[in-house]
């Protein structure tokens, strides 16, 4: 797509962005300024809420309405906008930190109150910003600033997490996946009810250099070779998943979302008003 | 229109007053003793047109708040103690994007849980110095269910023009009072934030004006803007400089020092030459006023101050009305904060007249605590 189409989204004075070196955060950055782009959003009607930490400095350079808030609360300042003005197109821009950890709960309620909001999580399954302690999505035995001796716990599989919650179009690409990141993009933007596009991403720094990654390149190819189409995923066997990756769509289907169903609370609290029948 | 005469509980009045402020956005969370204003906004927002939303927890909620109010709302919540707590972080972040809304805390009793149904006025220095960073407070605290509507209503205009969050103090006692509540015939017309008026390449959402407060825009008007809770600049965006910051933090609260005359609000009982002052509040002032019109029934030049706006606190208004007192009685349901803030005021002593077990402050113990000054112990 051509650049000056994109320009006009961001924030051009306050380029180059200030992440590391083979950080995919721009990456994901570009592909949401494209999206934003390729559907042609009025700037004024566009609303950009981020949190804390790498990603969420994101918002520092797209040219739309923005609230950079606090630490994983970026879906809850994002519900306000949205159901106070239903007609603004609200997108969360999260790292994983954000989402899956300390924005855990705000997640999965967003999820299932279902209002439509878009929310991309940057996924280098680690905290960057702080100096690369583990996450909710580190996975189990890696190495990370607070799990030197390999990590202890599971990490969350977010894109399930979502679809279980109730979310209605949820999907998974990695840095690497570009056109299919440009697609899902694309699709959850225009999606009825909440979306989730999760993008596995690099983090050369810290999440690589601790697990002996390689630098931005050798992260590249990483996610190339361990990322597998959903559907195939699920045909390996069990000790084969291991260390990869589903891409892919996760969930897709058709629902109310609730800026419709409250409408219909609305209408029925004006005619109980008007006919005094719920007087308490 | 005719005045109207309701009799209402404390929770009920704020909820109608919040309505008559115009508010039409409620995230809240269920804590007693709030619960009832949930309740009822439950189903009196949506039929004025307004969402109410019933969080996941109390962060969310002041965070829907935030977002609420930048996309135009008046918005609310209310809480009690507990969930006061949580909301702190983002009473933060309201503070730091200057956005207005309204906070109301029914006090109750803690530490922690507590005694979960009884009545305390314990979160007073929570409201001033609950978030964490150098910022302002500004803090009302009603003493009737008059009071409830009518400082509710206070509170929204305040937020407006100050961009600022205002929190409302309420306590147990005065929420679940009922009470005979008087309403305007017409209502005062509410004015709504200033929205700016320049072109839209020249908005800057934190270029205070002369009184230190810039106009907000709303998302979906004309303006894109950008808000940050890192240290920003008057365009929005993160600025890390020194020089900026100091001038940021002081221009938060220079914006609130200079509505000064704005924000005092008090009453006073036999204030006037009075040589016992009690200084109360809420549910306490209650208690006060009843032990107050017995000491002077008796012969004692006893007087009360009550302050209706807590923080910032009318310091001048207190000093003149304790001119003339020998001895100042802090009557509390606390183990002792307001009498910190009036001991800074006063630079002197005072007697300290406290309940903290869960129960209502008496009349008998406020006159008890007049007794007590009055003869010393040995």
Redesign the interface.
Known sequence: MPVAEVRPYL?TR?LPHFWCPGCGNGVVLSAVARAFARLGLD???T?V?TG?GCFGRA??YL????????HG?AL??????????P??RVVALMGDGDCATIGG??F??ACRRNLTITAVVSNNLNYGMTGGQYSGTTPAGSTTSTSPLGHAEEGFDLCRVAAAAGAMYVARATVYHVHLLDRYLETALTHQGFSMVEVMSSCPVYFGRYNRLGGPVEMMEHWRKVAVPLEKYWELPAEDREGKVAIGVFQDRPGIPFEER?RK??E???G??AGEV?E? | MAERVEFWQGNEAILEGALAAGA??Y?GYPITPSSEIAE?AS?????V?G?Y?Q???E???M???????????R?FTATSGPGFSLMQ??L??AIA?EVPCVVVDIQRSGPSTGLATRPAQADLMQARWGTHGDHPAVVLAPATVQDCYDLTMRAFELADMLRQPVILLGDEVIAHARERVVLPGSPPACAGRPEPACPPEQYRPYAGGPDGVAPLAR????????????MHDETG??NAQPENAARVIARLHEKIARHAADLELYRTYHAEGARYLVVAYGAAARAARAAVEEARAAGLPAGLFVPLVLWPFPARALARAAADAREVLVAEMSYGQLALEVERILHRDVAGINRYDGEMLTPEEVLAGLERVLTPCP
């Open positions: 924030v306050n700037r004024t009607q609303v809420v804390i918002d520092d040219n739309v309405n923005a609230v950079h808030g606090t609360r809850a300042i994002a519900t306000g906008i949205k159901a106070v003005n007609s603004l709960n705000h999965l309620h409250y609370v609305q029925a609290a004006r109980a008003r719920t308490r | 039409r956005f995230a009822l189903w009196r927002l949506p039929a047109g969402v939303l969080m996941e927890d962060i969310a909620s965070a829907a708040l935030v977002g609420a109010s930048l996309a135009g709302a918005a972080e983002n933060g972040l994007l998302f979906g008007s004309r303006y894109v803007f950008h808000v940050s809770s890192s965006f993160p």
